[in-house]
Structures are given as C-alpha cells and as structure tokens.
C-alpha cells in the first residue's frame, strides 16, 4: 500500500529544515573558531611586535646620563695644568706654558736692542732661572751691566702674567752669580744662599735664617 504523499511531504520538509538547522550550527562553530585563531594570532603579533621592536621612541621612564669614558678621559686632561718651562733662543730669555711663550728678557748684546730708560727686561750674558715644581713661578737673575759681578733677581708669576722683584726688608737684593745659578724652590717657596721666601704665595719677598717667619 502506497503511502500518502502529505506524509512524505512532512517528512521530507522535516528533513531538510533539521538538515539547514544542523549545518547552519556547524558553519557558526567553524566561523567562530577562525575568528579565534584570528584574534589570537593578532595579539600574539602586537605582543611580539612590543617586545622585538627598534623603534627609537622615547621610554616612558628617564634614563640617567652616564658620561662615557672619552668625556672622562677628556675631563682629566683639561685638569692637568699645562708644563712651564724656559727658553733661551736668539738672546731671548722667554717662559713656555703649553703652547703659549711669554718673552721676560733680552741679551742686549746678542739682539743689539738698546737698555736706555729700562729697569728690567735686559741682560748682560747668561742669563740663571729655574722653575718652581708645580710651574706657578719662574726666578731669574738679570745682569745690567757687562762686567757686573752680581744679578738683581725676579720672579715671574705665571698666573697672573706678572714680574716681581726679588726683594728684603722693602729692597730689591744684589745677588751673586753663585747664589742665583744655586737658587732652588721648596715646599715654602724660593730659597737663595742663606735667605728663603717669608710665603710661598710670594716667593720673591725674602728673609735669612735668623729673621721669623711671616706666613702672612
């Protein structure tokens, strides 16, 4: 017996409808499952991407300013005074700092420049110096005269580009050419024969032995 076609009908809308309704739900999972994967593959990227990247933006926090061993090194040798020493050359008695020469005396015999009207600046053949260790002063000893038999000393302070004249009690001293070429610096300054610095911030200003010392 032949069943009715309504029945199959029915069944066969049944059939279909659970069929859409069935792979509809499964479409969904797999749509649902991809936008996973993508959105997990998106944020691993950003991740991966904060901690691998060069980018040169400043950080949020601040970076303390390290010197580096060339401004160190750099630093150090701007600190180190320049060396003092003295030239004589084309009968010129000059006083080198670095780079820098300042001329203190000429030989009048060896230039043929006149000494008229001067009090200091000449000298009469050799001519005695020496340097005090930390390269503040130079001593000299000026002959003004051809056949003299003693010098009158000087002290040239380097830092203040000033020439003093080795003096005691108030008077610029004579100076035995034996004294000036002996003369030495110290730890409390310039010391000449039997007479030393009464300060050594002013080496040129002398006492003997006997007098007290003025450390003022």
Known sequence: MNTPPVKKCLFTKYYWYNYFI?????????VLTA???VLGFTAAYILFGNFTSTSTSTPAFPIADTPNVASVISATEAAVPAATKTVVANGEFS???????KLLSVNVEETNISSDGLTQGFHY??????????GKFVFFCEKHASDAETCLG??????????????????QVQISHKSAEEAIFTAVGLKIGSNYS???????????????????
Request: proline share 5%.
């Open 22 to 30: 069935m792979e509809g739900s499964r479409h969904e999972k797999a």
């Open 35 to 37: 936008v996973s994967y």
């Open 95 to 101: 006083v080198q700092i670095g780079s820098e020469v």
């Open 125 to 134: 053949g050799d001519i005695s110096s020496v340097v005090s260790g930390d």
């Open 154 to 171: 000087y002290v040239y302070d380097t830092e203040e580009d000033v020439i003093y004249p080795v003096s005691k009690s108030g008077t």
């Open 198 to 216: 009464a300060n050594p911030a002013a080496p040129w200003v002398l006492i003997s032995e006997a007098d007290a010392l003025d450390l003022q």
